[in-house]
């Protein structure tokens, strides 16, 4: 399926809205989306069709659990799911002595799954049908997505690399900024395929290093894209699998490396390695958090090809949650079976909460049978792929629905404290700002297994002083300070409220308006565990400021926030969009304390 074909779906199934009325790429279009993604009534995909290009944007195609599985070719993400472990339980069934990955290999030569490995097509394809005479990059409808971005950003791409000597495959999702009309960023961090593939052409000596980056076509391509996958499978044998078809691939016009022959637009290129790194971003990110200026290669454009009817597709990033949500609970449910049959038997179920940004908490359902089982999961989750990013994991009994946050809740008011938390070390994120090492730091255990939930049904927060909060049922403490005050003195002003606390979450100025996952997003993200959690007493002490830490010294980005201007021209064209209700902006109510002048702020050590 295409991409016009699946926007046919989209608004056969009720979720689409066409906007006509023109629209800037540059803020305007995120300002809308950021609207609509978070509301819960109008919540749609975006149909951009006046971008003063020759092409039409769509937006937030997956935002919604619904119209991510029909990106997927499923009614459900459940049912994606199901597939996925009927495939897992099949294979574990082949018996033998063959380890997990060559029974993978027998399971895919079989006739059925075999017909789903990629085929190549000879001649001019639909992503040909138009070749422009001089590619030029501001033909396209890129957006720049906040204020404070270093420029235009593509950030839907489905990029194409392959390694030197292999010949092997890898796409990859990394964002692109554009820096003129013919070449761009390549944001593709250490532990990526792309930067691997990188790195062998660099100590091959090989000088170009051919990239093809491919736009739109089949929805579940740019699924696969941004998946983790292990490196011995292909990403289009995955598309295959979950579309119960082959995907047809074409060789490029300039580079010799081959894209999906039903994409829209694909622009081809190569990168120097001889060529010095050059400086991307700020931007921001998936974190919420503006990501900093870094250095990555620069890819250069040799053509532009694109489908008579071609979509230009994006999708917008920032505070969430956002599309990349529903993206990850895509994974959640169809990465399980394949974490479960070839590493962890132990896992029943796993829950990544959008305000943990995939990787900064996952709660996880789990068996466990011995002294040190649950320490023994945590390292395979701390050892495992991307999973390795985990910060905070949240480990609870098989019976328990790792999304049921009551009852997690009950389970932490059971909890005794010295002996449910466990530390640990090992790779972040790359985005991670809090580090003090960059893409290492602190991660930490909090065991729930084998506990009785306490019997409570009051979580209400009650202000019992100008700066401190109490869910006494549950002995969680929320206190607002910015100064560098001695911890243990704030634990004893705590004290004095209660004695039932054992968790005190320090965050700067009173934004806590009663949305608890909002709080722990910013909680997570600011803080560096094996700095800024400690025990003072019985009292576990997490330090969400962004100010005064230890061990740091530089910049500390800022949330990503619409600004003022942007608000009030949305706010002013809202019914020229089609929108029957108005939906005030989300930047609104965090600008006045984030405040959205630059993308980061110097920080002093204490």
Request: proline residues 5%; negative net charge; aromatic residues 10%.
């Amino acid at each position: 399926m295409g991409l016009i074909e699946h926007i046919k779906l989209l608004k056969e199934r009720g979720e689409l809205v066409e906007i006509t009325t023109p629209v800037s790429t540059e803020l305007e279009i995120t300002e809308i989306v950021d609207r609509v993604s978070k509301s819960e009534n109008l919540n749609k995909a975006l149909l951009f069709k006046n971008t003063n290009t020759s092409f039409p944007v769509l937006i937030n195609m997956y935002g919604s659990s619904k119209r991510m599985a029909l990106a997927l070719g499923y009614n459900t993400l459940e049912e994606a799911g199901q597939y996925v472990e009927d495939l897992m339980k099949n294979l574990m069934e082949m018996g033998g002595e063959k380890n997990f990955w060559e029974k993978l290999k027998i399971l895919f030569s079989l006739k059925e799954l075999a017909s789903y490995i990629p085929k190549h097509t000879k001649g001019k394809a639909q992503c040909q049908q138009n070749i422009m005479q001089s590619p030029d990059l501001n033909l396209l409808p890129i957006l720049k997505l906040w204020p404070n971005d270093g420029g235009h950003f593509i950030t839907l791409p489905i990029v194409h690399t392959k390694d030197p000597l292999t010949g092997k495959r890898n796409v990859g999702m990394y964002r692109m900024q554009v820096f003129d009309a013919k070449t761009t960023g390549m944001h593709w961090h250490m532990h990526k395929g792309g930067a691997e593939h990188f790195r062998r052409y660099k100590e091959a000596g090989i000088k170009k290093m051919p990239v093809a980056v491919a736009l739109g076509g089949d929805p579940v391509y740019a699924y696969v894209a941004s998946a983790p996958l292990p490196d011995e499978v292909d990403e289009y044998i995955l598309a295959g699998v979950l579309r119960k078809q082959s995907v047809k691939l074409v060789k490029c016009l300039t580079q010799d490396i081959e894209v999906p022959a039903d994409v829209d637009i694909v622009i081809e290129g190569y990168i120097d390695t001889e060529e010095e790194l050059v400086a991307e971003g700020p931007f921001g990110d998936h974190t919420g958090y503006y990501s900093l200026v870094d250095f990555f290669p620069r890819f250069h454009v040799t053509a532009i090809t694109y489908a008579d009817s071609a979509v230009y597709p994006a999708t917008v990033v920032g505070i969430p949650p956002q599309e990349d949500k529903y993206i990850a609970d895509a994974t959640g449910k169809i990465f399980l079976p394949l974490f479960k049959y070839s590493m962890m038997p132990e896992i029943t179920d796993w829950h990544m909460p959008y305000f943990g940004v995939a990787h900064n908490l996952v709660i996880a359902s789990v068996t466990t049978r011995f002294p040190g089982h649950a320490m023994k999961i945590a390292h395979t989750f701390w050892g495992a792929g991307q999973m390795s990013f985990n910060k905070v994991l949240v480990l609870v009994d098989s019976e328990i629905e790792p999304s049921d946050y009551r009852q997690i809740l009950k389970l932490l008011a059971n909890m005794d404290l010295p002996d449910r938390i466990r530390f640990g070390e090992g790779i972040l994120d790359i985005l991670d700002h809090a580090s003090s090492c960059k893409a290492i730091g602190g991660k930490m255990l909090i065991d729930l297994t084998q506990l009785t939930p306490a019997d409570i049904n009051d979580f209400e927060m009650k202000q019992v002083a100008n700066h401190i909060w109490l869910q006494e049922s549950t002995g969680i403490a929320i206190c607002y300070t910015k100064q560098q005050e001695d911890l243990e003195k704030l634990v004893k002003d705590i004290l004095v409220q209660t004695e039932n606390i054992k968790f005190a979450i320090l965050v700067e100025g009173d934004f806590f308006d009663g949305d608890y996952q909002m709080l722990l997003w910013y909680v997570l993200a600011n803080c560096e565990i094996s700095r800024d959690v400690k025990r003072i007493g019985g009292v576990l002490v997490i330090d969400g400021r962004a100010t005064g830490k230890s061990n740091y010294m530089g910049k500390w980005p800022k949330p990503a926030l619409s600004n003022e201007s942007t608000i009030k021209k949305v706010d002013e064209k809202w019914k020229e969009y089609g929108f029957d209700k108005f939906i005030a902006s989300p930047s609104r109510k965090l600008i006045s304390f984030f405040d959205a002048d630059s993308a980061y702020k110097e920080v002093d050590s204490v």
